[in-house]
C-alpha cells in the first residue's frame, strides 16, 4: 500500500514484466484477485463463463487469462486511488478469511501447477501468497521500489514455488535414484528432485553425488519460476554441473498458471 500510494501518475502506466500489463494493470489484478478469492471460497460463489469447458490443465489456463483479462479491463474505469483504497478494505477481508480456516481442512481447488489433484487449506494459502509476492514484485521491479529477496520474503516463496518441479519433470525419463539439486546461489537454500519407481519427489537440502545441480541467483530465480523468461533467457541464466539434459528441463518449470513462453 506504502509504494503504491507513493507513486506519480506517470508510473502507473510503465510496463512490467507480466506481459501487456502496465502497473495500473498488475494492482486491478490484485483487486480482482481478491473479490474472486472471498466470492469463491468465503461466498462459495463460483463464476464461470457461460459455454466454458473445464477438462484439463490448457482449459483451466485458459478460463483463468479470460477471468483476468476480464477482471482487468472492468478496472479501467477505477480511478487509481480507488484502486488502492478497494486493494487495503479488500486485503483486509482475504487476510482475516485466511486467518479463519483449518490448514488441513481441504482447500476448495487444487493447486495444479504443483501436480495437486487436491489440496489442503495451507498449501492454498501457499499458493495466494506467491500470487500476492510475485505480482508485488512486477509492480516494484517496474517502479524501481526495494525488492523482496530479503530471507523473510523470499524464503516462503521458494519454500511453495519449487513445488512445481515434480510436475515439471512429470515426462522427463530417468533412472530410479537420479538426483537433481537446486541450489540459490549465496544463500543455504537448495532442493533435491529423486526419482522414484514411478515419480519425481522432492526433498529439502541438497542431495550427495547429484546427476546435475543447477545454481541461479535469487532475483533470477523468481523471473523464471513466474514466467519472465522464455526458455532461452531462462538458459542463459542458469550454471549447470552434471546431466545438462536433466538440468536444461528445469527451464519449463512454472509456479503459476500459464503457458510457458517460447
Known sequence: METLRALPAEAWLRPTVAPRWSVRDVAAHLLDGDLRNLAAHRDEHLFRPEGMEVSS??????????????GVAYAARLSTRLLVDLLELTGQWVSEFIQSLDPMAP?????????ENESKNWMDTGREYTERWHHQMQIRDAVGAALLLDDEWYEPLLWFSVRALPRTYADFSAAEGTTMVLQIRESAMAWSLVREADHWSLQEGAAPNPAATVQVTRDDAWRLFFNVYGRDAAASVLTIEGDRALASHFVHARSVMAEPRP
Open 107 to 115: 482447500a476448495l481447488f487444487p493447486v495444479a501447477w504443483a501436480g
Open 57 to 70: 490443465y490448457a482449459d483451466v489456463v485458459s478460463l483463468i487469462n479470460s477471468l483476468n483479462a476480464t
